[in-house]
């Protein structure tokens, strides 16, 4: 592929709800174009920019992916991302890269829960978009019930630009609502449309649609409605050009048909996206600091070179491939660059134009344009490469935390020696998970974004990098407290042949407000315990404590007050007053009336309206407490909190219930007391297992 200026670059995001027809129609684009020389499909598994074995075999995308098309002499980077709601957090992370974005609606189902959660990421990145009313060929499709789904949710300013030709299996062409145009396709699928007149049966709706459009484009710009209110109509140019200027400030968001099936109406999809999206100049300096400091740069080739990386990927035999996109300057092959965040020195031998998993090598990139290079040695997603002499750092995009972990072990030694830096490289790739090591439970966990993301996880450990592990619901971090006070002696003694042992001390126990973990406070006075002895009962104190009382499960939000006691002059040592405090604990704990703690989850779920009802009655059955709900479109968010024990299958669940409509995000928020029923099996469970330990010991 030939080497492009910026102003004939487009970098656009395909985003939408699972099974929307993205990846299709992005591989129907390609063959429009001549990118590739047949028309791809999903559910064959050839689609270039759905390569990794996981999408292949699950007919799913899990990755965002990009490839590079030219159309009228100009170069479209077309970004591939995932619709369903665990993988979503990659479509964000790809759209920063992207200067414009289609919203891909299905032509059955409208509006889905991810539309609305890809839209919003659109919001966020100000990103002028579109609206592609796909899949429009398929049974019970209708472009009338799926544009009503659009307005409703997003309001009027979303104007079609097009009508469907035929219906279901007979959509067969589309009518240009700007220049009042029909245009059909042949079954060969080219995409390609045959200009003619617009059918008969359909004049009245076009002519309806087309003042429709005129009203909408003239609404924002004085000019151009002092002239359609004199005329009653506008020239095509300056429809055109009023429709540019409203997609690029955000004013009109176009609805456009296809059938990614069929390639019915790609060839109009390229030309809006030449016609109508902006640059990678036209959205202005991308903004950015030096050292510390905010700073912007211009997306021109004058500027200095800098290039943020938004994407890595880990690939077992190229090593780490990271996804760039040059924002100022002209990146030139061999070009040596420095890291912001580290410092570190990268040089970018054989850098070219992403092609899903290809690279086509390119001697330079110019501003805005969307490239791809292997082995970078220290480079990460989310990292800034400039030139040495003028450096700036972009933001990264902010990840929310993960949803549910899953504990995480290798199944054998082997596996368990290559399992961390196997581990590692994934999480270079996907920003979303989380690896750590649980602290209480001493459990390695794996976090993300739902069940079936781990898996897929644990599933590209295996073929990738041959490491075989196994996953299971991790255990719940219980924590111990008391709720009443008590006041108790602990005494050691212990005589032998030589020194003997001593140590006397009067604790009183008293509960704290939830997370105040431990305060420990003397107020022994007259010298009954010696001031070098009181350091030895707190900590003998903190050390009990960290075992529990009931099951094992540390003890937190307690004061202990050191009050009284006695010593001997010889016999008395720290040990001796440690192992005091030891038994003052235990006696205290009996007393204070022992209560076992569970941690609460902030639960927020985002599911069709028609749900809610179910949804409500799960969280209660759950002993969730419902916080709030709200309403946006047809997408009910119920917040609520629930206890963690209760969410380790959510997920499967989740989808039975809504047919995977719905998606949740969770987050820890406080502990609370478990209820008295629950509190007795989990004791009972904890003792068992403890039992089974020793038993095993012996």
Known sequence: MRVYDTSDIRNVGFVGHGHSGKTSLTAGLLFTTGATNRLTRVDEGNTVTDFDDEEIQRKITISSAVAAAEWNKKKINLIDTPGFNIFINDTKAALVAADAAFVIVDGVAGVEVQTEKVWSFADEFHLPRAIVINRLDRERSSFDRALASVQAVFGRTAVPIQLPIGSERDFKGVVDLIRMKSYSYTSDGDGKGREGDIPADLAGAAQTAHEALLEMVAEGNDTLMEEYFDKGTLPVDHIVDGLRDAVQQMRVFPVLCASSLHNVGSDLILNFILEDFPGPADRGPWKGSINGTQAERAVKDSQPVSAFVFKTVADPFAGRVSYFKVISGVLRNDANLVDARNGAAERLSHIGTLSGKTIQPVPELHAGDIGGVAKLKDTLTGDTLDDRASMIAYPAVSMPEPSIAYAIAAKTRNDEDRMGNAIQKILEEDKSLRFYRDQQTKEFLLGGSGQQHVEIIVSRLKRRYGVDVELHAPKIPYRE?????????????????????????????????????????????????????????????????????????????????????????????????????????????????????????????????????????????????????????????????????????????????????????????????????????????????????????E
């Open 481 to 697: 407290t008391i709720r009443g006070k008590a006041d108790v002696q602990g005494r050691h003694k212990k005589q032998t042949g030589g020194h003997g042992q001593f140590g006397d001390c009067w604790i009183r126990l008293e509960p704290l407000p939830r997370g105040k973990k431990f305060a420990f406070e003397n107020e022994v006075f007259g010298g009954a315990i010696p001031k070098n002895f009181i350091p030895a009962i707190e900590k003998g104190i903190i050390e009990t404590a960290e075992k529990g009382y009931l099951a094992g499960f540390p003890v937190v939000d307690f004061k202990v007050t050191v009050y009284d006691g006695s010593y001997h002059d010889v016999d008395s040592s720290e040990m001796s007053f440690k192992l005091a405090a030891r038994k003052a604990f235990k006696a205290g704990m009996e007393a204070a009336k022992p209560s076992l703690l569970e941690p609460i989850m902030n639960v927020e779920v985002m599911a069709p309206v028609e749900y809610a009802g179910d949804l409500m009655g799960d969280m209660n059955g759950r002993r969730g407490r419902i916080a709030g709900m709200d309403t946006k479109g047809g997408t009910q968010i119920i917040r609520a909190q629930v206890p963690m024990a209760e969410m380790l299958n959510y997920q499967n669940d989740l989808i039975s219930m809504t047919q995977g409509r719905a998606s949740f995000s969770m987050e820890f928020d406080h502990y609370d007391f478990v209820p008295p029923l629950q509190a007795e099996k989990v004791v009972a469970a904890a003792r068992a297992a403890k039992t089974g330990e020793e038993e095993e010991e």
